[in-house]
């Protein structure tokens, strides 16, 4: 079995300041993580992934996420938020089991707000 | 490149009503997938296809049908639709179902039964 926790339904930040977005997952076996953004009226976009390489993620926009076993967490960060960065943001998990494939799991979303 | 692509974008259905919600990839992915979103819950799975011929329920598949038509068509099919189903409804795909491959998203269709 696997889920996800979005620590934070709503973050808001200023212009220019860094950005954290908190994501908790719990999985039976070694999980793959992503993070995914929408923006409003749109479809879901990766930002990056983790699948047990580099613990430490990069991704577009620059964005980047740590993956830390030892706290089972996978937050986001960004270290100067952009007006273009306000969307919804949802961590999924994906993790192998002895069935050969798992499916996606989302969290609930982390609605970012940038302020100017 | 298309990439995912979902159709109608918007669909106003009457209780009972039935429609089919059409989904077409070509990247040459396997694996496709049907989800639904709603306030506050994320992305729930409907229905999903690992590779063509095969299809499976996922968490919510009460009331939906799937067909997988080849390796680039998925179709959801609500044959009567409740005002529960309204709902913003993504399709998805991926090279498999394998932990490491990310699923890539059409630009959702959204769905009001009244």
């Known amino acids: 079995a696997q889920s996800v926790t979005q620590l934070d339904s709503h973050v808001s930040v200023s212009e220019g300041t860094p950005v954290l977005l908190r994501c908790n997952y719990s999985s039976s076996y070694s999980p793959s993580l992503f993070w995914y ?3 409003p009226n749109k479809g879901l976009q990766l930002l990056l992934k983790y699948t047990s390489a ?3 993620v990069k991704g577009i926009n ?3 996420a740590e993956f830390k076993k030892s706290e089972t967490s996978f937050h986001l960060t ?3 938020a952009h007006m273009s960065d306000a969307a919804e943001y949802f ?3 994906r993790a192998e089991s002895n069935f050969g494939n798992e499916k996606l799991t989302f969290g609930t979303g982390t609605r ?4 100017p | 490149n298309a990439g995912v692509t979902q159709t109608p974008k918007f669909q106003v259905l009457k209780t009972g009503q039935s429609m089919t919600l059409q989904c077409a990839q070509d990247m040459n992915h396997n694996s496709m997938y049907w989800y639904r979103q709603d306030p506050g819950m994320g992305l729930r799975l409907i229905y999903y296809s690992a590779s063509e011929g095969t299809t499976d329920k996922g968490e919510v598949p009460n009331g939906y049908n799937v067909s997988r038509l080849n390796k ?4 959801l099919r609500l044959e009567s639709a409740a005002p529960s189903q309204t709902s913003v409804y993504f399709c998805a795909s991926s090279e498999g179902v394998w932990r490491n491959t990310e699923a890539f998203f059409g630009q959702g269709t959204r769905l009001t039964v009244v």
């Open chain 1, 37 to 39: 953004v929408q923006h």
């Open chain 1, 54 to 56: 580099a613990t430490l």
């Open chain 1, 62 to 64: 620059g964005f980047e």
């Open chain 1, 78 to 80: 960004k270290p100067s």
């Open chain 1, 91 to 93: 961590c999924v998990v």
């Open chain 1, 112 to 115: 970012l707000t940038i302020i």
């Open chain 2, 72 to 75: 680039r068509e998925f179709s």
